[in-house]
């Protein structure tokens, strides 16, 4: 059920208020009333927005095997609709590899009484397929980062996650996915 006052739903549409409500109430399985659970956001059965980052740090991208689709794959995850897609990877990136990073490009907040600032750019927007059916898509925002570490960490415990070289990438000994790899290499290249 959605919220009923008028003032709770305001302005957002149907679909929104629904996945609100059920990331704000015992709607999803182990929440309690009045506690944000991290769902994961599909706003449309079709297409979903996404945030990805390639980190390097001395000379090296941090790739990491991804846990439901079994390949090497950047950290990111979904956007979600509290956030805009620079929150979104940087949130990602803490999750999926314990880093803080820091976005590549330019952001400026300006004096105005709306609040207004300019996002980080993504340095690529790409468009896939997430599934072998070809029925689901993402439309992922890359970016490029740095991070001020190498200690990094899977999310799930026992994870592969790894720093590559651009030898390694090169070499693809890994089977690393085309656009992936071609990410990767360009990251090197402008930040190593």
Avoid: C
């Amino acid at each position: 059920m959605l919220p009923a006052s008028h003032e709770a739903t305001q302005g957002r549409p149907p679909v929104a208020q629904w996945l609100e409500h059920r990331a704000y109430t015992s709607g999803v399985p182990g929440s309690s009333p009045g506690r944000r659970i991290h769902t994961m956001v599909h706003i449309h059965e079709k297409i979903d927005f996404t945030a990805s980052v390639y980190i390097v740090f001395e000379n090296k991208i941090l790739l990491h095997m991804h846990k439901k689709l079994n390949m090497w794959l950047p950290p990111g995850g979904h956007i979600e609709l509290d956030e805009d897609p620079n929150e979104a990877v940087v949130r990602e990136a803490k999750e999926e590899t314990g880093l803080d990073v820091v976005l590549v490009g330019e952001e400026r907040k300006y004096t105005s009484s709306f609040g207004a600032r300019d996002l980080i750019p993504p340095r690529f927007l790409n468009r896939h397929y997430f599934d072998s059916k070809k029925t689901h898509e993402h439309i992922d925002h890359v970016y490029f980062g740095r991070a001020f570490s190498a200690d990094a960490r899977h999310e799930v415990a026992g994870g592969e996650i790894r720093w590559f070289s651009k030898e390694e990438l090169e070499e693809n000994a890994f089977d690393i996915l085309e656009d992936v790899r071609h990410h990767a290499l360009i990251a090197l290249q402008e930040l190593g």
